[in-house]
């Protein structure tokens, strides 16, 4: 009597709890997992992950200018010959953050004479976004022309 009083109330209990039936308490009878909402999904749907790293916002314009002055590709009017040490020296600080194959396209001393201010910054931001590396100290001609600061994805 007691075995099938225990059959009886196994039986029963699969009836009422679906989830019991195939023991994971997830699984339905043809091996997939349950549909939210369904009866016998015990699960909580997955949280939005957020990156592990913040997004950086990129500013197209002045990234665009610094990714064509870093590839050689675009063509200087005239030379600008302004803070011609200072922008030599903030490139040369710069120059080792680069890989190793792409130090010998920064010419400091030769684009020092040809960079204006607002295309050395724009050099800067596109170093700055491509390697994460950048020169703290604001440059003299930041009060003309403001260097561009990258910002942060929320």
Do not use: C
Request: aromatic fraction near 6%; hydrophobic fraction near 40%; glycine fraction near 6%.
């Amino acid at each position: 009597m007691r075995p099938r009083l225990i059959a009886f109330h196994v039986a029963a209990l699969t009836i009422l709890i679906p989830s019991l039936a195939f023991g994971a308490g997830n699984d339905t009878p043809d091996g997939s997992d349950p549909l939210p909402g369904e009866p016998g999904n015990l699960r909580r749907p997955p949280p939005a992950t957020v990156a592990a790293t913040p997004q950086v916002m990129i500013v197209q314009g002045p990234y665009n200018l610094g990714q064509a002055i870093y590839n050689g590709t675009y063509k200087f009017e005239k030379a600008a010959d302004t803070h011609v040490a200072e922008k030599a020296h903030r490139l040369k600080i710069l120059q080792p953050a680069l890989p190793a194959a792409d130090r010998q396209k920064i010419d400091p001393k030769r684009l020092a004479k040809e960079l204006s201010d607002p295309e050395m910054n724009a050099l800067e931001y596109y170093i700055q976004v491509k390697t994460g590396k950048y020169v703290t100290v604001a440059p003299s001609w930041a009060k003309k022309e403001p260097p561009i600061k990258v910002t942060q994805k929320k």
